[in-house]
């Protein structure tokens, strides 16, 4: 009866849970990598969207801090983005909204403050030491299929270990991502980032919320 149990129960997990099948990764160059990294991007910005972004910032194993980000995209020049910072009991929130040159921005129960976008900006000097590593993937979640595009980094000490997936589906468009920062020393992981894409946002309906 208890093994009869037991079937029972693993019958049922393999239903629930998402059928997820990767492919050998497969080693390419760092040309190959941002090539089609920047192909999936130029067509993903081209969508109207709403990408969702969850980053989780880890101390000895425990979550110390929580950055939720949600932005509404209506191209070419339409943006509406949401975040909320939770760091213990200090929740702090900042909204922005972008419409052409104009970028209008409130924090917490603030009013709101608008500035045009700047014309330039600074270039942060500096030579990058550390060691990427580049790979591409099949993977399958549920019927629908992708390609993995991983990068894999280690910074020039060797202190922190960055590995970063971008999921493409068959339409070439950026469909999730995630990112992990790991200790190399302490083995545990500092930083984790899960992003997600959904292209069947109606059209968000973006206005100047002042003159």
């Known amino acids: 009866m208890k093994i009869i149990t037991q079937t029972f129960i693993l019958f049922i997990a393999v239903l629930i849970l998402p059928s997820v099948l990767y492919g050998q990764a497969k080693s390419i160059t760092s040309e190959n990598y941002y090539s089609a990294l920047k192909e999936a991007e130029s067509k993903t910005n081209k969508q109207i969207r709403k990408k969702s972004q969850t980053q989780k910032l880890y101390t000895n194993g425990k979550i110390t801090a929580t950055l939720t980000d949600t932005t509404e995209y209506f191209p070419p020049d339409k943006s509406k983005w949401i975040s909320v910072q939770e760091r213990g009991d200090v929740v702090k929130r900042i909204e922005q909204i972008t419409i052409g040159n104009s970028i209008y921005r409130k924090e917490d129960n603030g009013d709101w403050v608008k500035r045009e976008k700047y014309s330039g900006g600074f270039g942060i000097g500096g030579k990058d030491n550390s060691t990427r590593e580049f790979f591409i993937e099949d993977a399958t979640i549920g019927k629908e299929k992708f ?65």
């Open 147 to 211: 390609q993995v595009l991983i990068e894999k980094r280690v910074n020039y000490n060797n202190t922190f270990f960055d590995e970063v997936k971008t999921w493409i589906d068959n339409k070439g468009l950026i469909s999730k991502k995630t990112m992990t920062t790991s200790s190399n020393e302490l083995k545990n992981i500092v930083s984790s980032v899960d992003i997600s894409y959904d292209y069947k946002l109606k059209p968000p309906k973006i206005e100047a919320p002042i003159e």
